[in-house]
């Protein structure tokens, strides 16, 4: 079980998405369980009002209660993937900032079997400008779809402020296996690390690239294939494909010498 850690806006989700195709990539069933949508499912089906920042306000126990439970949902769902399903690994996406919320979870983990190994991952993120990007994604997910934008960037932070309030990273002393990632992938650190899988994860998390890149997709230029309407073949590029060819050559000249000069 691998039970991430952090606050939101620090890359969390992202991290578990790479992290998962990887391992399934490697050849281990490996799916991601978000709490996040165990909260959206159970207000749409309840009829629930939305969940505005107040409703994340650590000082709240009737709504406190409530995340605890979606939480534990949301993880027995991924304990019932690993001991009764086809899984080799499950990634418990959540907050999961405070000590008694890890331990809540390293409890119920342990009571549905003992032998599970669980590794924690801490997504810490200290670029503000990293941090701004991701709060500026927030407001494509679905819990502010077709609202206001300017009200939903305020709402958001607030309740980024909500969890800031209660959150206590990681520390050595939760004798925790744990990896944090600082900065997504800029600092690594590693502690109490046991066993092949979690050895593998700090390896892939030590190569984590963000860096930027362009990718084209293209067809080929026009064909004589292409002319005569058939499919498949390998046939030569007709005037009109060369054409295409040269012109396309020289537009990626153009294309790369404007992304370098921007990134440098």
Known sequence: VIVMVGLPAT?????????????????YF??????????????????????????????????????????????????????????SVGIFDATNTTKERRNTVLDKIRQRNAH??????????????????????????????????????????ERLSNYMKAYEPIEDEEGLQFIKMI??????????????LASQTVYYLLNFNLTERQIWITRNGESEDNVLGRLGGDSDLTRRGENYARALAKFMDVQRTDFYSDVM
């Not at 890359?11 to 050849?27: A, D, P």
């Not at 939305?50 to 409703?55: E, H, I, K, L």
């Not at 900065?183 to 092949?196: E, P, R």
Request: aromatic letters at 12%; glycine letters at 6%; proline letters at 3%.
């Open 30 to 87: 490996c799916k991601v369980f978000n709490v996040g949508n165990t909260r959206r499912q159970f207000a749409r089906e309840h009829g629930l009002n939305d969940q505005d920042s107040n409703f994340f306000d650590p000082r709240n126990s009737e709504f406190s209660k409530l995340r605890d439970k979606w939480a534990l949902d949301t993880l027995d769902q991924l304990l019932d993937y690993l001991l009764d399903g086809p899984g």
């Open 183 to 196: 900065d997504v992938g800029k600092k690594v650190i590693a502690y109490n690390i046991q066993g092949f």
């Open 116 to 157: 599970l190994k669980v590794l924690f991952l801490e997504s810490v993120c200290s670029d503000k400008s990293v941090v701004e990007k991701n709060i500026q994604l927030k407001l494509f997910w679905p819990d502010y779809k077709g609202k206001d934008p300017e009200s939903s960037l305020k709402d958001f932070k």
């Open 11 to 27: 890359g969390k989700s992202f991290i578990t998405n790479k992290l998962s195709r990887y391992l399934n990539f490697s050849m």
